[in-house]
């Protein structure tokens, strides 16, 4: 039988190799794209809120939990992986792997590096000179959407799921509309009620 090699696995930060850095890096360049699809609906993003250890920066670390990939500790090279932790419970998992497969992959094609890990506890994206992944489902479809930032699904991707991606975003922007055009509850009971 024969032994197979964990490709994530490495001699560099956190054990990790350069294939799971370069994977990383896809992972951080498309984020605001994959926000779109991990975190589906205007409720995913309340928990995305800086000082709770939120995965909020852009960044991988091995002990700030407010990285949006954490590098867990494990013992044995086996086990070496990476957590991309900003995806919502509310998410189809199936388009969510998907997507973060082929974000990753790209990272690796074509070697897109993360920069440097971030080990502080709590530390706020401007304060390094990082980003923020999107802060609601209007900038993850943004980000999905936006030629100016180049090409933010590969093209890989848009031959993999195809037609299902333009669809997909196209029923986010018609409930963004609905969102933006209907009183939310909270409001009604602010202003309209005695």
Do not use: W
Not at 25 to 54: D, M, W
């Amino acid at each position: 039988m024969e032994r197979r090699q964990n490709l994530f696995a490495g001699n560099g930060y956190a054990g990790l190799s350069d294939f799971a850095v370069y994977y990383i890096g896809g992972i951080i360049k498309h984020a605001n794209a994959l926000n779109a699809i991990t975190n589906p609906g205007t409720n995913s993003y309340k928990r995305l809120v800086p000082g709770f250890e939120a995965p909020i920066n852009l960044a991988y670390s091995a002990r700030n939990r407010s990285a949006a990939c954490r590098i867990p500790y494990v013992s044995s090279p086996n086990g070496r992986r990476v957590e991309v932790r900003f995806p919502d419970p509310t998410t189809n998992s199936y388009l969510a792997f998907a997507a973060m497969l082929l974000a990753g992959l790209d990272g690796v094609q074509n070697k897109i590096h993360p920069g440097d890990p971030i080990d502080k506890k709590h530390v706020r994206p401007s304060a390094r000179g990082g980003r923020q992944g999107a802060a609601c489902l209007r900038l993850a479809r943004a980000g999905a959407r936006s030629p100016a930032r180049g090409p933010r699904v590969p093209d890989q991707g848009r031959r993999v799921l195809g037609r299902l991606l333009e669809s997909y975003i196209t029923l986010k922007e018609e409930e963004l509309t609905r969102f933006r055009m209907t009183t939310h509850p909270v409001e009604f009971d602010m202003y309209y009620s005695s």
